[in-house]
């Protein structure tokens, strides 16, 4: 028996991930955390967090922040990977792939853009061991919380959007990307800053621009507070296809566009992992830590209607009917648009080059997984191309407003056909769909050039004995 737990433990010791940085800098290689293609057509930076969500090397976030400040006109993406991923798997190169395919687009060479990816990592990854990784679940989901409740993670992200935002910037767009636990990661960490209020009563402006989180595995009662308090603080407009604030003379400056939520959640209809292993793995843990007892909280947008908070609990945000309020549908076949200029996966940029109308888009690709054989390990070649498929399947699709609450939070279910699965983020068509709601956030002005980013500025709290004398009328 001895013998016997001597293995177990040894074996155990053997396949744990190790902690990293995976990326240090050191005296002699001060910017190993950078790295891109020769003729700079793009940077890709790397930042790196412990279980207790420290920074392991705080030169990493300097040099990600020393690029950003050296780009006149930046383009920056920053990615928070999710479980059995960390900054050596092979999540690393099929995010640089996307910074680089971004790079080669008409209006980034023309317009002379900075594109710079950064790869916020952590240890999504803990055991290596094939079949004991599974055991993680548990263990990986609350060291991605503990990333998000802790100071680090989020002054590291609003730094970097706010030296993307630097006065004489000519551009500066910035858009915040999560998958997995990484969208718990993301998701927790912005929604407090999506409500933070100053002392004076107003609202501040989040420096990031654009925020999706795919596939989040997280459980959704966060999400349910964020749309009761965007519902609280905002009505829907029809007539100006706005979300505008309660507030009886809301400011313009608290009126947003429909098309350009705050926090965006895409959930794959065939994710395994979160609509099914979910609810049993957190079923699992009630019963274990004997949690039985649930309030009724109100539905948000739900004319008072409660339910059990256990049912957000156990259900991840997209996978829960009382929150999903878009689905994509699809609108058929169709032909590709003429003059597209480049040869991999073309309706990403048949998306871009025009504005979206109606919410409607296009992919190009058959989705069999055929670019996951593109990248088996972290290391990516900028000088590498990727062939096109020979077998474009263009369809068309459309985002659909469902009838759940009516607020600058989309929860949106997305057909296998785009997003296969929990990991299939990276698909061509995934990637087709995420260059729609990038233009819908940076539509093109009269000349054809993305306008200029405006501070998104959530109202003030409405005053509530006005909103009750009007719902007694």
Partial sequence: MKTFVRLVFALLLASCESYGPFHPNTATEPLNSIRGPSDGRYKFAFIEFGDQGSALDTSQRAAALNVIRQSQRPLLFVYIHGWMNNANSGDVCRFEHFIDMVSRLPEVTHGKINVIGVYIAWRGKDLTLPGLDLLTFWNRKLTGGAVAAQNSCLATINELALAAREPGKQV???????????????????????????????????????????????????????????????????????????????????????????????????????????????????????????????????????????EFQTHTPGNDKYLVNFNVVPLGETTSPSGLKTYENRAFEANLRQNVRGRTFFTSEKNNGHEKQFCRGPEYNPNETRPPTGNEDWQRWEFVYTGNARVPCWIVRVPKEIIWGHGGLWSDNSVAMFGALYRMHFPLNAEGVPAPSQPVRVPRAPDTLRLNQDKLH
């Fill in 172 to 310: 500066h767009h910035c858009v915040l990307m999560g998958h997995s636990f990484g969208g718990l990661v993301l998701s927790n960490t912005i929604s407090h800053s999506i409500l933070d209020a100053s002392s004076t009563g107003a609202r501040n402006a989040s420096p990031w621009d654009m925020a999706v989180a795919f596939n989040p595995a997280d459980d959704a009662i966060g999400t349910r507070q964020l749309m009761s308090e965007l519902d609280y603080l905002y009505k829907y407009d029809p007539t100006r296809g706005a979300y505008v604030g309660r507030t009886p003379g809301a400011e313009e400056g608290a009126v947003t566009n429909e098309n350009r939520p705050l926090l965006i959640v895409l959930q794959s209809e065939n994710d395994q992992a979160t609509g099914k292993f979910f609810p049993i793995g957190q079923s699992l843990a009630n019963t274990v830590n004997l949690h039985y007892h649930w309030d009724s909280v109100p539905v948000p947008g739900g004319n008072g209607q409660k339910v059990s908070e256990g």
